[in-house]
């Protein structure tokens, strides 16, 4: 699997997990309130701030009819049309923003909802292309970002897999410049129970891309989790408060809880390491520490070993416990005084022992 190149970063296995802030609709109509919350990203040490590109007449109509209505979730009663010309930012933002998040060490990317959202987007040259999980039928839509040779990262919630197929088969037909897939629940917020993270290496084996999280539950665990099943990218959405209220307030983070959730990913990853067997560095010092087998009798010499003179006990600076059966029985070679760690040169018809050192460590 190659890794996805975004910006600085690489994206992929083998490389650290690329954290994403989603700005959406926290930014609550305020540019400055916006500003802060791409700092708050930069300083609670995620690797990328992304928006959202579209205004309320790209996504839908100022209609009343009941199939306009929102049913189910956070937002009920409320017209799409409504909701997102509250949450939509404003096209002007953009570049500043932009500027904002590449003084802070941010990459900058957001997902466009439409080819006029990509043409803005593309004047700003961003890194990325983010397809919404709402858009994943929009197969037009991904061509059309796939187009411009860069990568799209798609999520995938409420996806069917013939969906994913197609929404893959485009993306690379379209000459997207990589694909990174974002497992994903659409319910907001999502219920830990319905997240199913072992999606996450279904995906990346069956796609051969690599594969994160969209993550719109209220804790780190989801996070955490998909990070230990192989997860390579993290989006949270980031509020600087959710007291403040806003769409999508519930299942945002405040930037204390993300700052958390990046250090724990970050402590995630070290804990997972790589495969090995064998004792650590600092398991060395504690193998001294292990049991062995000592003499805890004063012995005489060709005195015939028992289990009353012969013991597993610590330290471990005996020979290991596997021997004790082929020790006992064996005289003496010499007189061995109490407390001595058992050796074979001490014992008479020392057995052809090979040595086991290094066969097990990696």
Not at 35 to 64: E, F, H, N, S, W
Not at 88 to 103: C, D, M, Y
Not at 180 to 207: K, Q, W
Not at 330 to 346: M, N
């Amino acid at each position: 699997m190659n890794p996805v190149q975004i910006g600085r970063r690489l994206v992929g296995p083998g490389h650290p997990v690329y954290v994403v802030a989603e700005l959406s609709a926290n930014h609550q109509g305020s540019l400055e309130r916006a500003a802060a919350i791409v700092r708050a990203a930069a300083r609670a040490g995620a690797d990328a701030i992304k928006l959202q590109t579209y205004t309320p007449d790209t996504l839908t109509i100022a209609c009343d009819r009941p199939e306009f209505r929102i049913g189910g979730t956070l937002w009920d009663g409320r017209t799409l049309y409504d909701l997102y010309h509250e949450a939509f930012t404003p096209w002007e933002w953009h570049a500043e923003l932009q500027a904002i998040a590449l003084a802070e060490g941010l990459d900058f990317f957001s997902s466009p909802f439409d080819s006029s959202a990509v043409d803005l987007l593309e004047a700003l040259d961003v890194p990325a292309y983010k397809i919404a999980s709402f858009e994943l039928v929009d197969l037009p839509l991904i061509r059309r970002a796939a187009r411009v040779g860069k990568p799209l990262v798609m999520s995938t919630g409420m996806a069917t897999l013939e969906e994913i197929d197609d929404a893959v088969a485009a993306a690379r037909g379209g000459g997207a410049a990589g694909i990174v897939l974002l497992h994903c629940n659409s319910g907001y917020p999502a219920a830990p129970s319905e997240m199913h993270l072992r999606t996450i290496p279904f995906l990346a084996d069956r796609y051969g891309v690599p594969v994160g999280l969209s993550d719109h539950t209220r804790t780190p665990t989801a996070a955490l989790a998909a990070v230990a099943l192989g997860a390579c990218v993290i989006e949270k959405h980031l509020t600087l408060s959710r007291a403040d209220g806003g769409p999508d307030a519930a299942f945002s983070l405040e930037p204390d809880e993300l700052a958390a959730l990046v250090e724990a990913v970050r402590e995630t990853e070290a804990a997972l390491g790589s495969v090995r067997v064998g004792p650590t560095e600092r398991e060395r010092a504690s193998r001294a520490l292990r049991r062995s087998l000592f003499v805890v009798e004063d012995v005489a010499p060709g005195e015939v070993l028992t289990d009353r003179q012969v013991r597993s006990i610590r330290p471990g600076h005996g020979l290991p416990p596997k021997h004790l059966d082929e020790v006992l029985g064996r005289r003496a070679a010499t007189a061995i005084p109490r407390g001595t760690p058992l050796r074979w040169d001490l014992l008479e018809d020392r057995p052809q022992v090979p040595s086991p050192i290094g066969r097990y460590e990696a």
